[in-house]
């Protein structure tokens, strides 16, 4: 298990995000509201955290949803996976949808989400006229078939 420190401040009232076990992947993250919001379908709305991350040169954190709110009451992200980039320093939001067809609400506290923070590679990109030849060439998008 690899591990690298992170700075954060926290401006709300909630614990910090933990992780839920050892081998967890997300450390999931509170509403930080002074009151509940009520979301109609297909309504969004920008969730505070009170979350302020310093990641390393090289990181990103990644906003994604919760599976048992997806499933249970059609809540997730517009922007999944939002990104967090290195150099933010202001507070980490969510951008929560009600996909349902009943109005949901969230509460102060309310695990809304998960964050993974993940290395990445910064691509140089050198342009060119022709790219070299595979058996799949510019076949995609379900050309293969189902079954
Ligand atoms: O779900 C999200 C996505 C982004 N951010 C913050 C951190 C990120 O570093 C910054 C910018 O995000 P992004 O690059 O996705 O936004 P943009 O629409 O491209 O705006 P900008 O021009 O500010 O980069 O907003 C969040 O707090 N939550």
Not at 27 to 43: F, Y
Not at 76 to 85: E, Q
Not at 92 to 103: A, D, Q, R, V
């Amino acid at each position: 298990m690899h591990s690298i420190q992170v700075k954060i401040i926290n401006r709300s009232e909630n614990p910090l995000p933990t992780y839920a076990t050892a081998d967890a992947a997300g450390m999931d993250l509170r509403a930080n509201l002074e009151a509940p919001i009520t979301m109609q379908p297909l309504e969004r709305t920008l969730v505070p955290t009170g979350l302020y991350m310093e990641l390393p040169s090289g990181y990103e954190a990644q906003i994604r949803p919760r599976s048992g709110l997806a499933i249970k009451q059609g809540l997730t992200l517009l922007n999944t996976p939002g990104t967090i980039d290195a150099d933010y320093r202001g507070e980490i939001k969510i951008i929560m949808i009600n996909l349902s067809n009943e109005p949901q609400t969230i509460q102060h506290g309310d695990r809304i989400a998960q964050m993974v923070v993940a290395p990445f590679l910064q691509a140089k990109l050198e342009e060119v006229k022709e790219l070299t030849d595979t058996e799949r060439g510019t076949g995609g998008f379900g050309h293969t078939g189902k079954s």
